[in-house]
């Protein structure tokens, strides 16, 4: 089981910044794949970013094309943290932000945070 917490949510001027962070249990969160997803009104849940160990310590992120250049995904193993820090926020990234994590020998995302709402204004 990984229980997940998220911070740093809030309201922000379009073309500002952010910068959540999740805070997750687990004895082996450096081989977790943990990842960020976010869900606005009257849409479904999406993918945002993830990171995730491919070996040694190496880890892979990748992001969906409408935040690419913009968000940042990283983690601190030593303090069971990921972050994602959110630049040149958009209107459309108003949303409820959920932090997402494997769990231990999978890469699929088992394990979901509360969410926190980003709300950029114009």
């Known amino acids: 089981q990984v229980q997940l917490v998220e911070s740093g949510g809030g309201s922000v001027q379009a073309g500002g910044s952010l910068r959540l962070s999740c805070a997750a249990s687990?004895?082996?969160?450096?081989?977790?794949?943990m990842g960020w997803f976010r869900q606005a009104p009257g849409k479904e849940r999406e993918f945002v970013a993830g990171?995730?160990?491919?070996?040694?310590?190496?880890?892979?992120?990748d992001y969906a094309d409408s935040v690419k250049g913009r968000f940042t995904i990283s983690r601190d193993n030593g303090k069971n943290m990921v972050y994602l820090q959110m630049n040149s926020l958009k209107q459309e990234d108003t949303a409820v932000y959920y932090c997402?994590?494997?769990?231990?020998?999978?890469?699929?995302?088992?394990?979901w945070g509360q969410g926190t709402q980003v709300t950029v204004s114009s």
């Open positions: 687990g004895r082996t969160f450096s081989t977790y794949t």
């Open positions: 990171i995730r160990w491919i070996g040694r310590n190496t880890y892979y992120a």
């Open positions: 997402a994590s494997s769990g231990e020998g999978t890469r699929s995302y088992n394990y």
